[in-house]
C-alpha cells in the first residue's frame, strides 16, 4: 500500500539546522511532484516547498526561500527538506504530500507528519 514515511524532525535551538526526509513506497514515486506542507497549533496547514518529478523546479513559500531547500533521490523515493537559520515559528508538524499536480494541491498521498519544534 502506499506509504509516506517522514522522519528527521526533532528539537532544535533558533539558528541551528534540520533535514528531514520522506520515504515513499507503494507508487511511482517518480510520477509524482513532491511538497512540504506544515501546521503550527491552531493554524492552518500551509505549503512550504514543492519539487516536480525530476527535480528540475522547485518553488518555496515566500517567507522561507533562502533558509530552505526541498530535494529529491528518484532512485532511493525520498524526498529531502533542508531547513537552516531556524526560528521558532518554524516549529510546527511537517508533512510530505505526493501529488500528480506541479502545484502540490488537490487530492494526494499524505505522510503522517514529523515535528520540528524550534525552541532555546
Known amino acids: 500500500q502506499v506509504q509516506l514515511v517522514e522522519s528527521g524532525g526533532g528539537l532544535v535551538q533558533p539558528g541551528g539546522s534540520l533535514r528531514l526526509s520522506c520515504a515513499a513506497s507503494g507508487f511511482t514515486f517518480s510520477n509524482y511532484a513532491m511538497s512540504w506542507y506544515r501546521q503550527a497549533p491552531g493554524k492552518e496547514r500551509e505549503l512550504v516547498a514543492i519539487?516536480?518529478?525530476?527535480?528540475?523546479?522547485?518553488n518555496y513559500a515566500d517567507s522561507l526561500k533562502g533558509r530552505f531547500t526541498i530535494s529529491r533521490d528518484n532512485v532511493e523515493n525520498t524526498v529531502y527538506l533542508q531547513m537552516n537559520s531556524l526560528k521558532p515559528e518554524d516549529t510546527a508538524a511537517y508533512y510530505c504530500?505526493?501529488?500528480?499536480?506541479?502545484?502540490?494541491?488537490?487530492?494526494?498521498?499524505w505522510g503522517q507528519g514529523t515535528q520540528v519544534t524550534v525552541s532555546s
Open positions: 519539487i516536480t518529478r525530476t527535480g528540475t523546479s522547485t
Open positions: 504530500k505526493a501529488t500528480l499536480t506541479t502545484s502540490g494541491r488537490g487530492d494526494g498521498y
